[in-house]
């Protein structure tokens, strides 16, 4: 029987996921394994591994690309696992990752805290050259000023270079030459600017291409030892990594711009949810995605997730924007917080009972985990609440240990005077609030009320928090998938392969000249066809979206305006003030008449169509009511009794069984918890669609 298997592979803060499927029958085999993060291979041939034995597949049979998305550059730069790298910029602008942009995140904090930056003052060296605003070289880096540069370079041991000269996003030939010049020199990882981030305002360029430097000694590596882990194991499929606006390239352009892998992870489960979104017919739906240490919120609007131009990755302080990197990325809109199963409690300064963001993660884990933990996680809470089974646990292959939950959760309550389960109840209490809250202020920033708005529940502890976080934000309905605990690594199989290309180019928009702006989008889509190209798209494959960045004349900040697809510029002048005009009053609630248009960055999105993959929905019809296969007292609502709840396998339920909450549904990865006042109906694919009764709102 012929069959067409496709890998992928997810590492998360807590648990790496594989998932294989075959795309002829829809046959799915999913595993969990936890990350490994000293060595994140090690992890990721485990679950390989382990899953391939499951499916009895080897690894020859599998001669598709393999999908990979991953938290591995996200981490390196919050922990500061980076590499040692130098950066290189215009004399007199050596103190641009110092200045930033001069704004104060919080204006009255005497003591304000910056992340350090990626690269240090120490580290960076100037170079004599200048472009002027306009693009003329005025001086070029002389050879003997290469050198010198080299020599100090050399001297401070760098393993990767950052150049990011004054003015290169519209004339990269200095940029160039000196990034020629040093990986001659050097043989070490070198980027510039201009070809990272070729954008207007010095801080967010700079910061991006020194992020992108710093990372790149953490990610070459890795790919390095897997893609030659992958050859001498058999595998028949090259590399594609998931990319932070929702596409995948191939493994050598992820390992040249690590940065634009940043929020990898999580733009998989966004896809996986406008997936899920078209095909049950749902325009507007919130992706509520909670792992082992973060719990992300994605709203899906008209079957697609937002993008946003930059993302700020390594806050000093989780909800403060403009304490972290301002990177010039192009992302998934969503919301992340500190609240996963490995999410920790304490007690602070004031007496208060608080949950995240630091995360136990996989090393040492969740105190039940009996692996060395001993503050109490979210898991731990779960498990003494009874909604979680410490033998059930991946299929009873990683028990918990229930005592040591007691014991963590016993430690945080007893200064309060609270009993362990009432503790426990209030731990699962304020990480659900914390998850509601933030998916609010992401609403809020889409201007959208999400009240009544659906929720997919995914990720290993999503389904156990789904209903409680529904609650609060007085949504009526959830939707938990069949094998929802890895649906961030199922949806970078349904990724496309693309990239988001942008260069500035500042002018009226009456003033462009054509042929200038032609030139500029060939490049980009040059650029675009190679990318795509390397990742296995045929010629003739690319398609080609176009975009600005726009602004009033005078005005400081843009937005962004899609204007058509094609092989060249689509719109006329009257066209783009129209659409500019529209999205403008959508977002302000005005428009300024008789005042310039300026079309200050270029954007072109390069993609092909997605590969079509359909997992095996064939559900068996359920004859009757479904059996519970036990019963356990399980804790919903603090200061409330235990009730004794029905606990049904997912393999046994069939299309159209209906039961109600209190429930708990088990699956290998993931159990699914159905609270009082909510009803279940089976869907054909298997999914769980619970609705929540009149009245039910917490």
Known sequence: MATDWRLAVDIGGTFTDVVLLDALSGRVVVDKTLTTPSAPLDGVRLGVTQLLRRAEVSPSDITAPIVHATTLITNALIEGKIGNSGLVTTKGFADTLLIRDEHRYDMYDLQI???????PRERTFELDERTTAVGDVLLSPSDDSLARLADELRGAEV???????????????????????????????????????PQIREYPRMITTACNAATMPVIGPYL??????LVSEGFGGSVLMMLSNGGVVSAEDAARAPIRLVESGPAAGALAGSWFASRLGIDRLLCFDMGGTTAKACL????????????????????????GFP???????????????????????????????????????????????????????DVVLGLLDPDAFLGGDMPLDSGLAESAVGGVGDPLGLGVLETAAGIHEIVNQNMAAAARMHGVEMGVDLRGVPLIAFGGAGPVHACGVADLLESDRVIFPVNASVLSA????????????????????????????????????????????????????VRFRYGIDARYAGQGNEITIWVGEGETWP????????????????????????????????????????????????????????????????????????????????????????FDGPAVVEERETTSVIRPGWSVEVAADGSLIASRGEGNAS
Not at 224 to 229: C, V
């Open 327 to 381: 990177v010039s990325v192009p992302s998934v809109d969503l919301v992340e917080i500190g609240a996963g199963g490995g999410s920790l409690s304490r007690v602070d300064q004031f007496g208060l009972m608080k949950v995240g963001p630091e995360s136990a993660g996989a090393e040492p884990g969740p105190a039940s985990y009996g692996r060395g933990g001993t503050e109490p996680a979210v898991t731990d809470a």
């Open 113 to 119: 805290e910056f992340p350090a930056p990626p690269i």
């Open 224 to 229: 390095d030892e897997l893609q030659k882990w």
């Open 490 to 541: 199922f949806g970078t199989l349904v990724s496309p392969v693309r990239i988001d290309l942008a260069r500035s180019l500042p002018r009226p928009l009456s003033t462009v000249d054509p042929g200038d702006r032609d030139a500029l989008l060939e490049e980009l889509r040059a650029e675009g066809r190679r990318v795509l190209s390397a990742a296995g798209v045929p010629d003739g494959g």
């Open 571 to 658: 719109a006329t002048l009257e066209a783009v003030r129209e659409t500019f005009d529209v999205e403008y009053s959508r977002i302000y609630g005005m428009t300024i008449p008789d005042v310039e248009i300026e079309a200050v960055t270029w954007r072109l999105s390069a993609f092909a169509a997605t590969s079509s993959v359909e997992p095996d929905s064939s559900l068996g019809t359920a004859d009757g009511p479904p059996t519970p296969i036990s019963h356990r007292p399980m804790t919903f609502v603090r200061g409330q009794d235990p009730i004794d709840t029905p606990v049904y396998r997912r393999v046994n339920l069939g299309a159209g069984a209906r």
């Open 300 to 323: 899906i609007e008209h079957g697609e997730p937002e993008l946003t131009n930059t993302f700020e990755v390594a806050r000093a302080y989780r909800f403060k924007k403009g304490s």
């Open 159 to 197: 393993d990767s270079v950052a150049i990011c000269l004054l003015n290169s996003y519209i004339n990269r030939s200095n940029e160039m030459r000196t990034a020629e010049y040093l990986e001659q020199s050097l043989g070490v990882p070198v980027c510039f600017s201009a070809d990272i981030s």
